[in-house]
């Protein structure tokens, strides 16, 4: 059996949960930085941008690169606000394995469970670290308890830890059957012998071999070697989660940790079937001191330094000027890259997040990160008429770095507007766009994007645009069907039989539905959950044209949307608040008069579902109502009917 090694390693989390801190010990455990950075102090490799030192939050994924026994690591240290998944969600597209940080305290919060699905669509598999076991309050077993209501999956802690909150020194090493504990940065170990231990390490052999033949054979006297490769095969065959835990604010914790993430994440299996012709992905693009840099995962082959590759989606070619590895905000340049690797291009003009890199020879188009969906938009407005269209180009140039930011202008009122996913990530821009560039801005007041969708559909609507007054004619007819599609976004499929309109017809009519879908007839929002079929239409022999059926798409849903019965959708959240007692009764108040809808409620925290639109502001406003003591997270869930 081959081992193929973890190369490209994710930490994933919800905000707050330490990823940055970790990562930060792991480059010092590791050798690869001599001096631990704060996030506080604003010190961290990888929170290098300024942004996110002021703030004290990761903004945007960040690539390090380190050694550790005798394998070259590529981590990427993830923003945990729900502002930034995208980030994210680009991130787990290219990673071969993922660290989910979880807080010893809070345990499996609103994010963390999303980014927990995020990762199972992309099947990246995962270890868990428990960290900040230091703090007043922290539970191992509580967490692994929420990990197994929340996540659905069952955790096997593979580590227990010695002493606890402020008293915590170390873990037990289930499988090495170790005790490790650090004193001033210092790893110590001896033989674990305790009776607590021996309990442990059973019970965990029992978790295993119920699911695992190997060690179900060795049962009474399962070996470590046994107990390892059973972990590595069930971490990737899923239902499981090693759980690991620590302190990475004190240093505890991170050599086991990434022993763990070695061993466990290491995917056995066959050797691969590489052809050894350039396969690339694009999934970040991020303007540098050095120009705009691409960062791309190689899946086969080789770049070299002045290659001339292929852009398979866009069908134009890029030169490769250099190759950089990347450690956060610092690069080196290297000859070459091989399939397996993370590096950072120059010279690149057009490439984006999905655009796969490729030889003319032997094209290929790798599966696209998808994009979040923008749910809240600003207008934002150049203080000087001279700088309007250098404005312009600078958010051109940010919403290219960041696909989930869509720029456009008002076909109203001419203004520009800025969309994203949420108020922070909005702020953050246009800080961005005045520090970067200098522009005076003006931004408006946030509104959400709202969206219409069908309640009941038409059928048989007849459409005919027809123009034969005259020189070339326009002729194409046709028949739709449009029916609610609730969980999905646009299906087209087309019905027509005796071959009534040909083929490429068809293919105009969608093209030409899915324009209409850009403005609803209620009040002009996108139009998403619907399915059109294409029932019938005819044709003219001399006047019909692919331009014309593509048109009679456009008018004729457009026309059969004002036939349908519609409703406007907004954006809501899923919100998470956490206050003393005391606070709690105004708060729940508060909700509900922000048309919140509670799903659960305990002495200390509740949950609700919230229309987005009420939620500007919020933390301000929560602040002043608890005295400061109540804190909230939230995540999207999706969009419903508005009030
Ligand atoms: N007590 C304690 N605090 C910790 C620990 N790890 C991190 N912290 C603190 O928690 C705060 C958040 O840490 P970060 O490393 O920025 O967390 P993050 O997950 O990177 O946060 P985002 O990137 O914004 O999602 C900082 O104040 C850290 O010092 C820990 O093990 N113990
Ligand atoms: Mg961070």
């Not at 029992?206 to 070996?223: D, F, W």
């Not at 050599?255 to 052809?275: F, I, N």
């Not at 120059?346 to 796969?356: P, S, V």
């Amino acid at each position: 059996m081959i081992i193929m090694r973890v190369r490209n390693l994710g930490i994933l989390a919800h905000v707050d949960a330490g990823k940055t801190t970790l990562t930060e010990r792991i480059l010092y455990a590791t050798g690869a930085t001599h001096k631990r950075g704060e996030v506080h102090d604003g010190t961290t490799v990888t929170d290098f941008d300024p942004q996110e030192r002021d703030r004290g939050i990761t903004i945007s994924a960040a690539a390090v690169t380190f050694e550790w026994d005798g394998d070259w690591i590529n981590l990427i240290d993830t923003p945990g606000h729900v502002d930034f998944s995208d980030e994210v969600e680009r991130s787990l597209r290219v990673l071969d394995g993922a660290v989910v940080v979880f807080d010893g305290v809070a345990g499996v919060e609103p994010q963390s469970e999303s980014v927990w699905q995020a990762a199972d669509r992309y099947g990246v598999p995962r270890i868990a670290f428990v960290n900040k076991l230091d703090r007043a309050g922290a539970d191992l077993d509580a967490v692994l308890t929420s990990i197994r209501d929340r996540l659905g999956v069952t955790p096997l802690a593979v580590q227990l830890p010695i002493g606890r909150e402020d008293g915590f020194e170390g873990v037990i090493d289930l499988v090495a059957m170790r005790e490790l504990t650090w004193a001033d940065g210092v790893l110590r170990t001896r033989p674990a012998r305790s009776a607590q231990a021996l309990t442990a390490r059973t019970a965990l052999e029992e978790a295993v071999a119920e699911r695992h033949e190997g060690a179900l054979r060795e049962l009474g006297n399962v070996s470590d070697g046994t107990l390892r490769l059973a972990l590595q095969e069930l971490t990737h065959s899923g239902g499981i989660v090693v759980v690991l835990c620590g302190s990475a604010y004190r240093n505890k914790g991170i050599e086991p940790l990434l022993d763990a993430a070695v061993d466990y994440l290491s995917r056995p299996g066959p050797g691969g079937d590489a052809s050894g012709d350039l396969a690339a992905l694009v999934f970040k693009v991020q303007a540098s001191r050095l120009g705009r840099l691409t960062y791309v995962r190689i899946y086969d082959g080789t770049v070299r330094k002045g290659d001339v590759v292929w852009d398979a989606r866009g069908g134009r070619t890029e030169r490769i000027a250099r190759i950089l590895r990347i450690q956060a905000d610092r690069y080196t340049a290297v000859e070459q890259a091989e399939a397996g690797d993370i590096v950072a291009l120059t010279g690149m003009k057009a490439a984006t997040a999905g655009t796969t890199l490729c030889t003319r020879e032997h094209p290929v188009l790798l599966e696209e990160p998808r994009t979040a969906e923008p749910l809240v938009s600003v207008a934002v407005e150049a203080r000087s008429n001279t700088d309007v269209q250098r404005l312009s180009t600078v958010l051109a140039y940010l919403a290219e770095q960041d696909p989930s930011l869509v720029v456009r202008t008002d076909p109203e009122t001419g203004q520009i507007l800025l969309s994203g996913l949420g108020e922070l990530h909005l702020e953050v821009a246009v800080e961005k766009v005045r520090t970067d560039s200098g522009l005076a801005v003006t931004v408006g007041r946030p509104q959400v994007s709202y969206r219409e969708t069908i309640v009941r559909g038409v059928t048989g609507f007849v459409h005919r645009h027809v123009k034969q007054d005259g020189g070339a004619g326009q002729f194409a007819h046709v028949v739709l069907d449009v029916a609610p599609l609730p969980e999905g976004d646009f299906e087209f499929e087309s019905a027509v039989t005796g071959g009534r309109v040909p083929r490429e017809y068809v293919r105009a009519v969608e093209a030409g539905c899915r324009e209409a879908l850009g403005a609803g007839p209620v009040g002009g929002h996108r139009v998403t959950g619907l399915r059109v079929t294409l029932t019938d239409g005819a044709t003219h022999s001399k006047d019909s044209s692919e331009m014309a059926f593509r048109a009679a798409g456009r008018f004729g849903l457009r026309a059969a949307l004002q036939a349908c019965e519609m409703v406007v959708l907004e954006p809501v959240a899923e919100v998470t608040v956490s206050a003393p007692e005391d606070a709690l009764g105004a708060v729940l108040g508060d909700l509900a008069a922000r048309h919140g809808q509670i799903i659960n409620s305990s002495a200390r925290t509740v949950t609700a579902l919230v229309p987005l639109a009420e939620l500007f502001g919020y933390a301000t406003q929560l602040r002043s109502r608890t005295s400061g003591r109540g804190t909230f997270t939230s995540r999207a869930a999706g969009h419903r009917a508005a009030a």
